[in-house]
T-cell receptor
Framework: AQKVTQAQTEISVVEKEDVTLDCVYETRDTTYYLFWYKQPPSGELVFLIRRNSFDEQNEISGRYSWNFQKSTSSFNFTITASQVVDSAVYFCALSEEISNFGNEKLTFGTGTRLTIIP | GAVVSQHPSWVICKSGTSVKIECRSL??????MFWYRQFPKQSLMLMAT?????????EQGVEKDKFLINHASLTLSTLTVTSAHPEDSSFYIC????????????????FGPGTRLTVT
């Protein structure tokens, strides 16, 4: 069975500080995908990144960066120079390999509520 | 980019009535759609996987007779909460996988904006 753990329930940081959100996953699959989503107060999920299990390169997108460590089954997300607009709930998710049939399910972590204090 | 819409965005209904929520993929074909439920301050829990033209696959613990899912076309899936009760009040989110034409899509899963259901 797949499992995603986000141990940090809530985090508060002062604006402009860096913050890292942790994600640890469990799966028996050799091929899988990891995701991060942002859910602002409006409720709509915003896709941030997808990473497949064979690509362990870290990724940077503006102020966002992701560190994928297969050895520790972690896929952590760092926001640099945080801003108030970053305040949201962030979910890490895991799915098995996407096949042509497309029935692969996403398993979500419990989310981390991030509050950026102005 | 791919867009998934949900209608209505919010609904209030009386206990015992039924409510239908629509999920549409606006600019792509989706053979597979997923329905999630999210209680306040909790994670998204998958309720069922909906495949166009066939019966939905429900997750363990989800009552299929209470949560009726119909995926009649490549762009529309509906979730009907039958005989709703206050404990069904929740945020319902659908997602659709971009299958494209004959499997040539991106296979990405796109989420709708959600429907907030309140049962009084």
């Amino acid at each position: 069975a797949q499992k995603v753990t986000q141990a940090q329930t809530e985090i508060s940081v002062v604006e402009k500080e860096d913050v890292t959100l942790d994600c640890v996953y469990e799966t028996r699959d050799t091929t899988y995908y990891l995701f991060w989503y942002k859910q602002p107060p409006s409720g709509e999920l915003v896709f941030l990144i997808r990473r497949n299990s064979f690509d362990e390169q870290n990724e940077i997108s503006g102020r966002y960066s992701w560190n994928f460590q297969k050895s520790t089954s972690s896929f952590n997300f760092t926001i640099t120079a945080s801003q108030v607009v970053d305040s949201a709930v962030y979910f890490c998710a895991l799915s098995e390999e996407i096949s042509n049939f497309g029935n692969e399910k996403l398993t979500f972590g419990t989310g981390t509520r991030l509050t950026i204090i102005p | 980019g791919a867009v998934v819409s949900q209608h209505p965005s919010w609904v209030i209904c009386k206990s015992g009535t039924s409510v239908k929520i629509e999920c549409r993929s606006l600019d792509f074909q989706a053979t597979t759609m997923f329905w999630y439920r999210q209680f306040p301050k909790q994670s998204l829990m998958l309720m069922a996987t909906s495949n166009e033209g066939s019966k939905a696959t429900y997750e363990q613990g989800v009552e299929k007779d209470k949560f009726l899912i119909n995926h009649a076309s490549l762009t529309l899936s509906t979730l009907t909460v039958t005989s709703a009760h206050p404990e069904d009040s929740s945020f319902y989110i659908c997602s659709a996988r971009d299958w494209g034409l004959s499997g040539t899509g991106s296979y990405e899963q796109y989420f709708g904006p959600g429907t907030r259901l309140t049962v009084t």
